[in-house]
């Protein structure tokens, strides 16, 4: 260990991972931990020469499965890495905790052993995985049982809960008994609702789609020589409607408000952050959810679509700055159709203001069809099949052209065909 100490690219036996840079070594270890030290000192190291750069630009928290491997000493994760087939390399770190928390992953080791034997984990297999490197150090003492919401279903090896998560994997699954809030057949009688009730309440509706078997002459279509750069007749389509002045410039000033002090993050696609989305969000959950502006519009939106508001994801606050933008995608996501909450039946777009240039919501499979930003504007349109409400309609793919010029700020609310909101409190994903 001696040889190690003039190299600043270890750190010490006691350091912490906040502390860990360069520290001087402790040549006061006693010969019972030397083996251990020289363990700790060969894996305390970086990789690779970029290692510190990442590490600074936030990597070691958003790629914790290369970057606490191959960058240790930049992560300051100074102590011996476990790494295994149960989920993230787990750290034990060299405090006074380090024997017992190598005993925590050892006896994960022997549980998940088992588990892996056990035919009636199948379905959870990939659920029931360390999700974060530091869950045998936090399932030391009571840990699991301190903070049992987040540790029995994240930290399922280090706190042996794999049948936590088979209990809550059959909860989230829809029983016999679950309420579609439309069958089958159900999506056009849906949308005569939305249109019929938007006439009503002077939203002012305009059809720029629909299906052929369901009757034009209610005077709501996009006449074609009103725009020619849009479609007026899209041959069979799905459903595309929007309404204008849904929302006010005091509830748009209450949301953009909530979006800065929630703060925008980069929006992930699936879940990871690539290229294909560049805009931010946040989701208004919470103290943004109960703002009385807020409920007051969740409630409008349930009173146009009669889908009762818990069917609701929380709204999607989102923001693009010039040249930012939305990929050609699908809001279909087919892993929702096990799921207590079912697929994402319509998108319930609002936008929050006009955008000086480009910024349009288009739809490459409609004959390009684009609806632009507008204060107060909504774009809705379903993501399924009138004639099965758990297939993707592929037909609504849609993509958010880049903001040429200014800034556009808009929400998403995704509408499903059954209770969203008790399947995300119990902790399913969604
Ligand atoms: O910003 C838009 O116009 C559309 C955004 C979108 O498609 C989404 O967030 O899923
Ligand atoms: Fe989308």
Redesign the pocket.
């Known amino acids: 260990a001696s040889a190690a100490a003039a190299d600043d690219s270890v750190c010490t036996a006691n350091d912490t991972r906040e502390e860990c840079s360069a520290a001087p070594l402790d040549n006061e270890s006693s010969s019972d931990d030397d083996e251990d030290d020289d363990e700790f000192l060969a894996t305390c190291v970086d990789e690779h020469d970029d290692c510190k750069m990442w590490s600074d630009s936030g990597e070691c928290d958003a790629n914790p499965n290369y970057m606490l491997t191959h960058c240790r000493r930049s992560c300051k994760v100074c102590g011996i890495i476990d790494s295994n087939d149960f989920g993230k390399p787990q750290q034990i770190p060299r405090s006074n905790d380090f024997e017992a928390v190598k005993e925590i992953v050892r006896q994960s080791t022997e549980y998940m052993k088992r588990i892996n034997e056990d035919e009636k984990y199948e379905a959870v297999r990939n659920k029931c995985l360390n999700q974060h490197p530091d869950c045998s150090l936090w399932a030391l003492g009571s840990g699991c049982d301190d903070n049992p919401s987040y540790m029995k279903q994240h930290c399922a090896p280090a706190c042996q809960s794999c049948d936590h998560i088979l209990r809550l994997d059959e909860k989230c699954r829809p029983g016999p008994d679950a309420k579609n809030a439309i069958e089958n057949g159900g999506l056009d009688v849906l949308f005569q609702t939305i249109i019929d009730g938007a006439k009503e309440s002077g939203y002012d509706p305009m059809v720029w789609s629909r299906p052929t078997k369901m009757p034009d002459d209610d005077g709501y279509s996009k006449p074609c020589e009103e725009d020619v750069t849009n479609p007026c007749n899209v041959p069979d389509g799905p459903w595309v409607v929007t309404l204008e002045n849904f929302i006010s410039e005091k509830e748009v000033d209450t949301l953009k408000g909530w979006g800065s002090k929630l703060g925008y993050q980069r ?1 992930q696609a699936g879940d990871q952050i690539i290229d294909v ?1 560049t ?1 931010s ?1 946040a989701w208004c959950t919470a103290r943004c959810y109960d703002d009385p502006v807020v409920a007051e519009l969740r409630t409008r939106i349930h009173d146009l679509t009669q889908i009762p508001e818990a069917n609701s994801e929380y709204l ?1 606050l ?1 923001q ?1 700055g010039e040249g930012q933008y ?1 990929k050609q ?1 699908n ?1 279909f996501i087919e892993k929702h159709v096990d799921q207590l909450h079912g697929p994402r039946l319509l ?1 319930f ?1 609002i ?1 929050f203001n006009e955008v000086e240039e480009g ?4 739809f490459p499979e409609l004959n390009n069809l684009t ?1 632009q ?1 507008k204060q107060g504007r909504v ?1 809705i349109w379903p993501s399924v099949l009138d004639e099965d409400v758990n297939a993707q309609d592929e037909r609504t793919d ?4 880049a903001v040429e010029r200014g800034e ?1 700020y ?1 929400a ?1 609310a995704w509408l499903h065909l059954r209770d969203f909101q008790t399947g995300f409190n119990m902790g399913c994903d969604s």
């Open positions: 929006s989305r805009s969000q999607q989102l693009y939305y995608h809001d998108t777009f936008y910024g349009g919501t288009r609806i930003p774009l849609h993509e958010a052209l556009k808009a998403n």
